[in-house]
């Protein structure tokens, strides 16, 4: 994918994090990079800063002249990008080549020794600790994220000494299926994307030709309660792990004071005195299944320690907008019910009889029709919800199909509320002196108020 011919790149969905960390790979190789993306935001703004060259209108006179010559231009778009969507249409019809997002991920990636973390839920921070505990110790890594870490203000790491590469594994649209993993961590199978499968069996079932994927001499590390039974290629060892079991799994926990310490249990030995650096208790999941990936791979105890102590988490995930004794604001891309139900727990266990106010964003009609029963479950573990409308990415509405499905099945007793997403701001304002704890879920733009809310709590 670092052949010569092609001298420019033009990015259809430029906007999405798993884009924006190519674009940001081929402006590192000196490459000219130009793309479309419907709404102008930060990241977007940020890839033309560092020189990529984006607009926001499907119109094919947009497109930049280095960009129009097929023999040198490559044409890279996602799955959610629309079959009638004119530029990519126009491309097609004039013969230039064009791959998908997770092919080109693929392509780059074939000759390195690749660590990727795949699974319904915790993917996207499993995979920047890990890239974390790698990139600060002595064997160094490339990394491809589907965050932006908080360490490192990108979604991008260059190590080109390093034979390891750090990648986010992606089923959306059987996108792993492009891959070619060293070692793999799987940390769920919760269904989803069921737009896309159709059915629990097929998920499953993708998760299983994944699998076979993993080279021999490698090794596969799935969680206890991942409902597969795991057939890897001859040659692949598997473990294991969990918080309280499996090969790799932690003991001696100890949660207090804003902080989260424990032991960790290997194949060989122990692991003591391991400091969470982001103190929430999903994180000791993910940084059990990092730590394994960087312990068989020869990162010492002393780095493991360091690393896992030092992590300062990813942008919208679990992430700590304002932590005083008066009030605390998260915001969290939870759009599942499984991640909505771990992270109202999570904040359960650390502010134990303090009052959660949850703000969530459905995203796709498609998954709300087919989880909303889960959600207003998930949701009622808070004190109070409020409900936007849905989010609906790549999706044209579904009747009968809105928030209300969710908001009409919480549990009884519960402050509830429906509102549009432009009505945030000012129901916040509304109700400041009366939040205790506040978090914000969802995976589409409701993103976009975080700061805004933020100002308006910090008048408490």
């Known amino acids: 994918m670092n052949n010569p011919a092609f001298n420019s790149l033009y990015f259809i969905g430029a906007g999405g994090i798993g884009m924006s ?7 590192s190789k000196g490459k000219f990079v130009g793309g479309y993306d419907r709404t102008e935001t930060e990241l977007t703004r940020n890839l033309v800063k560092e020189g990529a060259v984006i607009h926001y209108e499907d119109d094919i006179k947009k497109i930049p002249v280095e960009c129009l010559h097929k023999e040198t231009t490559l044409v890279v778009f996602t799955p959610a990008i629309p079959e009638d969507h004119t530029e990519l249409s126009w491309f097609r019809r004039n013969g230039f080549r064009l791959m998908k997002r997770a092919q080109v991920l693929g392509l780059i990636t074939r000759s390195s020794k690749v660590l990727c973390i795949a699974g319904t839920h915790g993917k996207t921070t499993t995979s ?33 000494e390093s034979p390891f590469t750090v990648i986010e594994a992606d089923e959306f649209d059987r996108s792993f299926h492009w ?18 499968y159709g059915t629990k069996e097929a998920y499953l079932e993708s998760f299983k030709h994944y699998i076979n994927l ?9 969680h206890k309660e991942a409902t597969l039974s795991p057939e890897p290629p001859q040659g692949v060892k598997v473990y294991s792990y969990s918080r309280n079991e499996g090969d790799f799994h932690a003991r001696n926990i100890r949660i207090g004071g804003g902080e989260i310490w424990f032991d960790l249990m290997t194949p060989e030995g122990i692991i003591n005195n391991i400091c969470l650096g982001v103190p929430v208790s999903i994180n000791i999941d993910n940084s059990i299944a990092a730590i394994a990936l960087a312990w068989l791979n020869g990162v010492t105890p002393e780095e493991i320690r360091w690393g896992i102590e030092s992590f300062r ?12 004794d008066r009030v605390v604001y998260l915001n969290d891309y939870a759009h ?19 009052r959660i106010t949850a703000v969530f964003q459905p995203h796709l009609y498609s998954r709300t029709n087919d989880f909303y029963k889960e959600f207003a479950e998930a949701l009622s573990l808070a004190d109070e919800v409020i409900l936007t409308d849905i989010y609906p990415a790549r ?31 000012a129901i916040i304002e509304e109700k400041r ?27 408490v």
């Not at 070692?183 to 069921?194: A, E, F, Y």
């Not at 993993?214 to 799935?222: D, E, K, R, T």
């Not at 044209?396 to 809105?402: D, M, Q, R, Y």
């Not at 704890?437 to 805004?452: E, F, H, M, P, Q």
Request: proline share 4%; net charge neutral.
């Open 21 to 27: 960390v190519l674009i940001r790979y081929y402006l």
């Open 336 to 354: 599942h019910p499984s991640e909505i139900r771990q992270s109202i727990s999570s904040i359960r266990e650390i502010y134990a009889g303090r």
């Open 433 to 459: 002196k009366d939040i205790d704890i506040l978090i914000t879920l969802g995976a589409g733009d409701i993103d976009n108020y975080v700061s805004r809310i933020e100002q308006i709590l910090k008048k």
């Open 214 to 222: 993993v080279q021999p001499g490698g090794a596969l590390i799935i």
């Open 395 to 425: 999706e044209l509405p579904v009747a009968g199909v809105s928030s209300s499905l969710i908001y009409e099945r919480l549990k009884e007793g519960i402050t509830k509320r429906l509102c549009r997403k432009e009505e945030l701001p």
């Open 313 to 324: 988490g990813v942008d919208r995930r679990f992430d700590f907008k304002i932590k005083t």
């Open 128 to 160: 920047t600790i890990t890239a974390h505990l790698f990139y600060q110790s002595h064997l160094g890594c490339t990394a491809f994220l589907g965050g932006i870490s908080k360490n490192y203000q990108t979604n991008l790491l260059l190590d080109g």
């Open 179 to 196: 891959l070619t993993p060293w070692m793999s961590v799987i940390t769920s199978t919760d269904p989803d994307h069921l737009d896309i």
